[in-house]
């Protein structure tokens, strides 16, 4: 089963950047939508991102449309969530999560939290001065 491990969270200042990674092993890459989410302590997790493997289809929560960009390397079998113009409002627990699609298209797009098979084990960033 595939594998996820996230990296590249921590401290920056409002309106800097960050990138996050997801790294997968132990199945192929290309065969899951790859998503991102976060957690805010006392509320409910949020689909921030996420990018099928078959057409490149992306999605973006309102949240952070315009300053977050998600992408992805099937050869490296890495996916990136860079982030732009970062707020406070920002910090978050992040997790990346795969949903298998075995290559095919999905039902329902976004992909529902539900979906997704595999979840990687979080990584903190925070937003402040």
């Known amino acids: 089963q595939l594998q996820l491990v996230e990296s590249g969270g921590g401290l920056v200042q409002p309106g800097g950047s960050l990138s996050l990674s997801c790294v997968g092993s132990?199945?192929?890459?290309?065969?899951?939508?790859i998503g991102w989410f976060r957690h805010i302590q006392g509320k409910e997790r949020e689909g921030v991102s996420c990018?099928?493997?078959?057409?490149?289809?992306?999605y973006y929560a309102d949240s952070v449309k315009g300053r977050f960009t998600i992408s992805r390397d099937n050869v490296k079998n890495m996916a990136i969530l860079q982030m732009n113009s970062l707020k406070p409002e920002d910090t978050a627990d992040y997790y990346c999560?795969?949903?298998?699609?075995?290559?095919?298209?999905?039902?329902?797009?976004?992909?529902?939290?539900?979906?997704?098979?595999?979840w990687g084990q979080g990584i903190q960033v925070t937003v402040s001065s």
């Open positions: 132990g199945d192929t890459f290309n065969w899951y939508t």
């Open positions: 990018m099928s493997a078959r057409d490149g289809r992306t």
């Open positions: 999560a795969a949903d298998y699609t075995g290559g095919l298209g999905t039902s329902v797009w976004p992909p529902p939290p539900y979906e997704y098979d595999v």
